[in-house]
């Protein structure tokens, strides 16, 4: 498929009534609730990643008219395609090839350009860390301060969701060692007042124990665990004993 408009119209094709209506309760598409007004097809996550082996090839401009889809599924098939062809633009033969990295930057703008079509928890956790968190790590034409800048600038939105990628973007670092943006972003959002972003933090506070150091996990729950929404708290601590979660949940 080469246009935004036949992969449409075969995504149309898998419609199932009984699971998109699952799904709008899943994502809490009612009045009031985050996902207020979303529509669905009712395709499963791994019939959507089938799609997007067959589209991979399209251009930004047809990704572009995915990504203004009234349906979910198809704005994260044009997210999913990103991600592949980012992926692709990240094997080690291309790493440091200019044109490459030329691309990769141009991906990262136009991901970050729409981020207002990842408008609910899973359009974000399936791309953001992906592509931009693998940007952070790979040979750019942006600088590292610029790279941390366009984190900010997310950070600071007024739109949850790009404050949510702010966070799990940095889950790419983590896998590598790399704690610093986690820790970044984990205390300029430590105060926030939803809950979908005191799961996302204490999510990723607790990869951040896991793959890089608990010890680190520690030092930052002693210096914020006492003001810490206790969701975020829970979830940061999910992989410790008995003993440890209930003296942390005592403060």
């Known amino acids: 498929m080469k246009t935004a408009e036949q992969v449409i119209g075969y995504m149309q094709s898998l419609a199932d009534e009984a699971q998109a209506l699952h799904l709008m309760r899943f994502f809490k598409t ?28 399209l251009t930004l401009a047809e990704v572009d008219k995915l990504l203004a889809s009234q349906w979910h599924e198809v704005r ?12 692709t633009l990240c094997s080690k033969r291309l790493t440091n090839d200019p044109d490459a990295i030329a691309k990769r930057d141009r991906i990262v703008d136009f991901y970050i350009g729409h981020a207002s079509s990842a408008n609910n928890w899973d359009l ?17 034409n942006y600088s590292d301060i610029e790279k941390i800048s366009a984190l900010d600038t997310l950070a600071s939105s007024d739109n949850l969701w790009e404050q949510r990628m702010s966070i799990v973007c940095t889950m ?41 150091s608990i ?14 929404p206790r969701t975020m708290l829970r979830y940061a601590i999910e992989h410790m004993s008995d003993e440890e979660r209930k003296q942390w949940m005592s403060l």
């Open 172 to 212: 790419e670092p983590l896998k590598n060692g790399n704690a610093s943006f986690t820790l970044r972003y984990a205390e300029w959002h430590l105060h926030h007042s939803h809950d979908l972003m005191h799961k996302a933090v204490g999510w990723l506070l607790r990869e951040m124990g896991k793959r890089v």
């Open 30 to 57: 009612g009045a009031g609730d985050y996902g207020e007004g979303d529509k669905f097809l009712g395709i499963k996550v791994p019939d959507t990643r089938q799609v997007v082996k067959h589209c991979k090839s």
């Open 76 to 87: 994260l098939c044009g997210l999913l395609v990103l991600v592949a062809q980012f992926d």
């Open 215 to 228: 010890d680190l996990l520690r030092s930052f729950l002693q210096l914020h665990a006492n003001v810490m």
């Open 124 to 140: 974000v956790d399936l791309s953001v860390y992906k592509i931009v968190g693998r940007w952070l790590l790979m040979p750019s």
